[in-house]
């Protein structure tokens, strides 16, 4: 299976201390096992690596972040180009979404796959739009 | 231009992303070569091999012992209010 991840899952997947880590870390094996295929728009790689560095204030590790998450190579990274762009502000212009909430639940639907996050808005604003699901079922999924 | 047209050039260069995401990808994990063989934090070649699970583990470890911890959902939306 093919999902976009929102930055909110993988900064959770990632922090013991954050709130919903208990639900996102199941997710950690099923990337690195391959079993489901992650595609973000770069915007999350910053908003990740960024909110664990502020969290944690250790530059080293968050890099040991970075360095991971373009290496799994069940995730790749799309490029925000003028066009994607361009569609996210179509999508904002519908949907009242936040600009960067644009960008990420543009990738989903220009790909046509699932989008994983826990943002309550996304979840009542674009449910139309592109699937949105929990990372629960995500996780339920054989 | 038809919208079918549009369409299709649409998902082609989708496609395209994809495949040059998954390029930069190899390229970066050439280029951090020798970071990955010093540390016990970050993935190696093979990166389905059950081991990088273990040092996905030990990072997420280490990231609990700094961390001050709060509500990803929350950060990010601050984030993107600006």
């Known amino acids: 299976m ?6 909110n899952i993988l900064v959770s997947m990632f922090d013991p201390k954050d709130r919903h880590h208990p639900v996102c870390e199941p997710l950690l094996e099923k990337i690195v ?4 295929e992650v595609v973000c728009p770069v915007l999350v ?3 990740t690596v960024c909110a664990i560095q502020r969290r944690t204030g250790d530059s080293e ?3 040991f ?3 991971n998450l373009t290496q799994l190579r069940a995730i790749s990274w799309n ?3 003028v066009a994607s762009v361009r569609a996210a502000c179509r999508l904002g212009i519908e949907t009242g979404l936040k600009g960067a909430d644009s960008i990420v639940v543009e990738t989903a639907q220009s790909l ?3 989008l994983v996050t826990q943002d309550l808005e996304i979840h009542s604003k674009c449910s139309d739009p592109v699937e949105v699901i929990e990372p629960s079922e995500l996780v339920d999924q054989r | 231009m038809t919208t079918k047209e549009k369409e299709r050039l649409r998902e082609e260069i989708a496609r395209l992303e994809i495949q040059l995401g998954e390029k930069r990808t190899r390229l970066s994990s050439m280029d951090n070569a020798e970071v990955r063989a010093s540390s016990p934090y970050v993935i190696v070649e093979g990166d389905s091999d059950p081991a990088n699970l273990s040092r ?3 990072l997420i470890a280490e990231i609990g012992k700094r961390s001050r911890g709060g509500d990803s959902v929350q950060d990010i939306q601050e984030m993107r209010k600006g």
């Open chain 1, 2 to 7: 093919r999902v976009v991840l929102d930055s």
């Open chain 1, 33 to 36: 096992l391959r079993e489901i």
């Open chain 1, 45 to 47: 790689l910053a908003e």
């Open chain 1, 61 to 63: 590790f968050s890099t």
């Open chain 1, 65 to 67: 972040i970075l360095q």
């Open chain 1, 79 to 81: 490029d925000c180009t």
């Open chain 1, 112 to 114: 046509k796959i699932p």
């Open chain 2, 56 to 58: 996905l583990r030990s």
